[in-house]
């Protein structure tokens, strides 16, 4: 029987999680070892999880009995909410209570709770400078909602660690967030942040981040850590892009209504969001300190070196 201690890992198949999966299991002798979760165990990519060494498991979210089994025995919980799946804060809000309940349940030693700040403390919902979102509730929805979660631990004085992530460079490949060619057949970066920093990260990393934290836990539990390979410029990221696919993009720093009216879903939610990371620059860039990410994880990649491995995946129309 195995002494190692089982960190039991939601969205184990999607990227925060997988990270985190991928970065236990390729350390045999870190003393720990990964329960992936998933909605179903017979998909390929859950399947690809237990032919690298996890525990594969069935779990519902929406289910608080369902986590309470998933969680069984478990020393860590990697808790991550899919807010692109449903839109939904209340949901989102609803699936972190349940998981921070059955994590109490469980005697779990350490979560990690994978959030982001509650905007409408920095923009109240009286301030116009952005419209108000879900049914006028919420700035950010996909950011507030999480951070307005963060009291389900703390109101079970549960020993948790607030894992502030970063916008995933992944997005450029995955999130139809890359470089795309102008009506002059210019290739542009379109992103509303002005000539502000964004912090961004290897989505890879989280995870990686989130080992060393369990790995070094009593330093961790109970505090805020915010984590970034970079905080890079429009213009910064499409230098970097000009250098890697050797032909020219261009920064096009869209007005925030002008990015809030593009139509796709959740083009208001990101609107929103990238404006108050530009309004909130010092603020923003501060809490995900570089520093402090790199004594985490010593590997953390940088924009360019992530560029590097990832150039070729990136859709360019
Ligand atoms: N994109 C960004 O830049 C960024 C930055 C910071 C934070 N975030 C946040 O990251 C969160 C998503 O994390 P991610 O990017 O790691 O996810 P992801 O790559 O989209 O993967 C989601 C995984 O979650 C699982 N899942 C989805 N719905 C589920 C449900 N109802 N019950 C159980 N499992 C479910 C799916 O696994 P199965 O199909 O195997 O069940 C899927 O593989 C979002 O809330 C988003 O706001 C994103």
Redesign the pocket.
Known sequence: MSEKKIIAI?????????GLVRSILSDKSGGFTARA????VN?D??KALAELGAEVVA????NEESLRKAFDGAYGVYA??????HFSPEK?KSQVQSIAKASKDAGVKHVIW?T?EDTRNWVPLTDNRMPSLGDGKYKVP?FDG?GESNKYFTEQNLPVTFLL????W??FIY?GMGPKKGPDGKLALNIPMGDRKLPGIA?EDIGKSAYNIYKNGNEFIGKTVGISGGHLTGKQMADSFTKALAQEVVYNAVPFDVFRSFGFPGADDLGNMFQFKHDFEDYFCGARSIDISKSINPSLQSFDQWLDENKSKIPLE
Request: glycine share 10%; net charge negative.
């Open positions: 939601l969205g184990a198949t999607g990227a925060q999680g997988g979760l998933t909605r179903d998909t990519k859950a779990v519902d979210i929406d991550v909410t899919f807010f692109w799946e989102e994978s982001l996909h999480k992530t970063s916008f995933y992944d997005n999130f989505a």
